[in-house]
């Protein structure tokens, strides 16, 4: 397991010292469940991200699915 410093706002800070003494459980458990929880979104944002900015790049031109679904006759 790799190890990591972070920076976080006095509020995030306290918010978590509260919640880790609500629960029993350590700050460390809760930072890496939200990073589990959203590491995977976070993921996907910026692939599609990466894509549409290649996209646009490519100079391919773009039409409404409309177009081809009745295209398609589905």
């Known amino acids: 397991m790799g190890a990591m ?3 976080l706002s ?15 459980r350590s700050k460390t458990f809760y ?3 939200a990073v589990h929880e959203h590491l995977g979104d ?6 599609a991200d990466d894509v549409i ?3 646009e790049a490519s100079d391919r031109s ?3 699915a ?3 679904w009745a295209e398609l006759d589905a």
């Open 5 to 7: 410093s972070i920076r």
């Open 10 to 24: 006095d509020d995030e800070v306290q918010r978590l010292e509260t919640l880790a003494a609500r629960t029993g």
């Open 31 to 33: 930072v890496r469940e």
């Open 42 to 47: 976070l993921e996907e944002r910026y692939w």
């Open 53 to 55: 900015e290649r996209w």
């Open 62 to 64: 773009t039409r409404p």
């Open 66 to 68: 409309s177009e081809l």
